[in-house]
């Protein structure tokens, strides 16, 4: 009983410091770096590793966490944010909260998935889902501005080359592909499901293409998924796969319970 209590002690302090250091990012710098009409967010990186250590409802908490901090900067502190506020304030809080939250628990479970996936068979599992999810993802989004199919063939290579590159980091190191998948995906799946959301949400509302300086959704896509979303992917895969080895190595002989003495006879 003594060991479940410790564990679910030290359980609660790593989120209570995750929850702090969002807190601490959120609010400085940091945490929203500010590029033109958008902001780059390096807040998906402590949200990937309290989701990989602790699980999904962890990582929902620290996605709702991030999603609060982000819907705060609607109330005068991000420009795009205070438009899509005045637009639509429920709108907007599904589009910064629900999304994150979203996210959060995809990655706890997206880990724990991957985690059993064992020998041979998880580069081609990685590859397939990575492929798949993606090509869903793009498909949405090409539906709802009327693609044209160039469109669809763009999303069906973009697809298949982040298949090839789970595939390819899988294969390097098997045994912490599913830390480094997981990190990386934080990144990936929040700017698939914040964008979605903008898109479907305000995509076509008038004031916010001439804000954005888009003639249609498909150039606020364009905007948001190029220069942000390969940052916050290199950062996730590199700080948050390093990071969460760190911690879960350290959790590990935090939680493992004493040696038992040997009686002498």
Same mark, same amino acid.
């Given at each position: 009983m !003594?060991?479940?209590?410790?564990?679910?002690?030290?359980?609660? #302090? *790593? =989120?209570?410091?995750l929850i702090?250091?969002?807190?601490l990012?959120?609010f400085?710098?940091?945490?929203?770096?500010?590029? &033109?009409? #958008?902001?780059? $967010?390096?807040l998906? /990186?402590? /949200?990937a590793i309290?989701?990989?250590?602790?699980?999904?409802?962890a990582?929902?908490?620290l996605g709702?966490v991030?999603? *609060?901090?982000s819907f705060y900067?609607?109330?005068g502190m991000?420009? =795009? &944010?205070?438009? *899509?506020?005045?637009i639509s304030p429920?709108?907007t809080f599904?589009? #910064?909260?629900?999304?994150?939250?979203?996210?959060?628990?995809? @990655?706890?479970?997206?880990?724990?998935?991957?985690? !059993? @996936?064992?020998? !041979?068979?998880?580069?081609?599992?990685a590859?397939?889902?990575?492929?798949?999810? @993606? &090509?869903l993802?793009l498909?949405v989004l090409?539906?709802?501005n009327g693609a044209?199919?160039?469109?669809? =063939?763009?999303?069906?290579v973009?697809a298949? =080359?982040i298949?090839?590159l789970?595939?390819?980091?899988?294969?390097?190191d098997?045994?912490?592909?599913p830390?480094?998948?997981?990190?990386c995906?934080?990144a /990936?799946?929040n $700017?698939l499901f914040?964008?979605?959301?903008?898109?479907l949400i305000f &995509?076509?509302?008038?004031?916010?293409?001439e804000? $954005?300086?888009?003639?249609?959704?498909?150039?606020?896509v364009v905007?948001?998924?190029t220069?942000?979303? @390969?940052?916050?992917?290199?950062?996730c895969?590199?700080?948050? #796969?390093? /990071?969460s !080895?760190?911690?879960?190595?350290?959790?590990l002989?935090l939680e493992?319970?004493?040696a038992?003495?040997i009686?002498?006879?």
């Amino acid at each position: 009983m !003594k060991r479940n209590n410790s564990n679910r002690l030290i359980r609660i #302090t *790593l =989120l209570a410091i995750l929850i702090a250091i969002e807190l601490l990012m959120a609010f400085t710098p940091i945490g929203y770096l500010k590029l &033109g009409v #958008t902001s780059v $967010t390096l807040l998906p /990186v402590p /949200v990937a590793i309290g989701a990989i250590l602790l699980g999904p409802v962890a990582g929902g908490i620290l996605g709702g966490v991030f999603g *609060l901090t982000s819907f705060y900067q609607c109330f005068g502190m991000d420009a =795009l &944010g205070v438009l *899509l506020l005045d637009i639509s304030p429920v709108g907007t809080f599904i589009m #910064t909260v629900l999304t994150r939250i979203l996210m959060g628990v995809c @990655v706890g479970w997206l880990y724990k998935g991957l985690s !059993k @996936v064992k020998g !041979k068979h998880f580069p081609t599992v990685a590859a397939i889902f990575s492929c798949a999810f @993606v &090509g869903l993802a793009l498909g949405v989004l090409f539906n709802n501005n009327g693609a044209s199919p160039w469109n669809y =063939l763009i999303g069906a290579v973009a697809a298949v =080359l982040i298949g090839l590159l789970y595939h390819f980091i899988a294969s390097l190191d098997p045994k912490g592909a599913p830390s480094v998948l997981s990190a990386c995906s934080a990144a /990936v799946l929040n $700017t698939l499901f914040f964008v979605s959301a903008l898109v479907l949400i305000f &995509g076509n509302n008038p004031r916010v293409l001439e804000f $954005t300086g888009q003639s249609n959704a498909w150039g606020i896509v364009v905007l948001l998924v190029t220069l942000n979303a @390969v940052i916050e992917a290199a950062v996730c895969l590199v700080i948050g #796969t390093a /990071v969460s !080895k760190a911690l879960t190595s350290l959790q590990l002989k935090l939680e493992k319970p004493p040696a038992q003495p040997i009686d002498a006879e």
